[in-house]
């Protein structure tokens, strides 16, 4: 097996009192306008942005409260990209092909304003004059207050992160005793306000929440909200992961199907992370009244080779995969005495796109057992966005 291969850590920042036709020169391939590929052949199509880096549940596997306590020291807010300084990079993201943009942070609703945000974006349009797929991830703790002003604001999508119906386990894996009653009302508002797709992200994790995947199944079934099943990953390095806590799709499927019949499902486009179950109705088929469940297999199931995602953090760094340990910075193409031009910007971000060769995840065994590669040099998951 050939060694791992990280991020590609361009040394942009090294360059600063460079020109921007140097800087160019070096890194970019002048394909504005066009899709770009990797090193491995997989198209850019998904940007995750990271809207802030605070959260208000202080869950184990993201934000566990031992770290992310009241001392802890959060990005000052002048460091963060501005709105429109977020609208402008998606905008070039856009044109090199992507057709999803997914706000995430932290929990994106607590940033000021955020509608705001949702409808400069959804203003976007790709080259063809489409739009774009707009989305949201949120623990669902404001979004009864906010479902109707991100509707009016453009947002058709979300998916809320949801890990149990039990109030105990709930409260016990927020940290905070927030109870489940008020996320689903927040999905009752949602469906309300008429956004129409939402999803719930429920993740599994060992000694913790397995016995909640089947009422979750059963409670979500037949009411237009599609649920995903996402196995405890190890990212960032505070959450203690363990292979040993891992619940493996296949187990979670099996379950399910014991009370639940499920049918595959393909898959609803190229380079999608769950693999799809519909619900199966008396005649055996897949019953679009009763809807279908997911399962994201991240750990037992790699999806490196058709990965199409790159994230973008709170403050302007770019990532190429939730496993990377560096980015690339590029607020500072954005801000200072000498910004760069849309033509330069896009040129540096498909050539940054094109250096890319990550694939974490299928080489998740070696990678762990690699001193260098030690899970402490990683973003934490608050940082960079799920």
């Not at 770009?36 to 208000?56: A, E, K, Y």
Request: charged share 25%.
């Amino acid at each position: 097996m050939s060694e791992p291969h990280l991020a590609r850590v361009i040394p942009l920042r090294e360059l600063r009192s460079a020109s921007a036709d140097a800087q160019i020169a070096a890194y970019a391939t002048k394909t504005a306008g066009k899709s770009v590929l990797d090193r491995l052949g997989r198209p850019l199509r998904d940007l995750r942005i990271s809207v802030t880096d605070r959260c208000n549940f202080r869950c184990s596997y993201c934000m566990p409260k031992e770290v992310f306590g009241r001392d802890y020291r959060y990005l000052p807010h002048d460091s963060l990209l501005n709105f429109d300084e977020i609208t402008r990079l998606s905008r070039q993201f856009v044109e090199l092909g992507v057709r999803k943009l997914r706000l995430t942070g932290g929990e994106p609703l607590l940033r000021k304003n955020v509608e705001q945000l949702v409808r400069q974006l959804s203003e976007l349009r790709t080259p063809e004059g489409e739009e774009i797929d707009l989305t949201m991830t949120t623990n669902g703790a404001l979004l009864a207050s906010k479902a109707r002003a991100l509707k009016e604001a453009g947002l058709n999508r979300v998916t809320v992160s949801l890990d149990g119906l039990n109030d105990e386990v709930f409260k016990r894996m927020n940290d905070v005793d927030f109870p489940v009653g008020k996320v689903l009302k927040g999905i009752e508002a949602a469906q309300a306000a008429g956004i129409s797709n939402i999803k719930v992200n429920m993740v599994v994790k060992r000694g913790t929440n397995e016995h909640e995947v089947l009422p979750m199944a059963k409670f979500f079934r037949g009411t237009g909200v599609t649920l995903r099943f996402i196995e405890f990953m190890d990212v960032g390095a505070t959450n203690g992961w363990r292979m040993a806590d891992v619940v493996p799709s296949e187990d979670i499927v099996r379950l399910i199907s014991s009370e639940l019949p499920l049918v595959p499902l393909a898959a609803s486009s190229a380079g999608e992370t769950a693999q799809r179950y519909g619900y199966a109705g008396q005649n055996g088929q897949p019953d679009k009244l009763l809807g279908e469940v997911g399962v994201i297999s991240s750990v037992t199931k790699a999806f490196c080779s058709d990965c199409n995602r790159a994230r973008l953090s709170t403050e302007g760094r770019l990532f190429l995969c939730l496993f990377g340990s560096q980015g690339v910075d590029l607020r500072q193409f954005l801000r200072g005495e000498n910004p760069m031009s849309d033509v330069e910007l896009i040129n540096v971000i498909a050539g940054i796109w094109q250096s890319r060769a990550d694939r974490y995840s299928e080489l998740r065994e070696k990678v762990l057992v690699m001193p260098s590669l030690q899970r402490s040099a990683r973003p934490e998951m608050s940082y960079i966005g799920g």
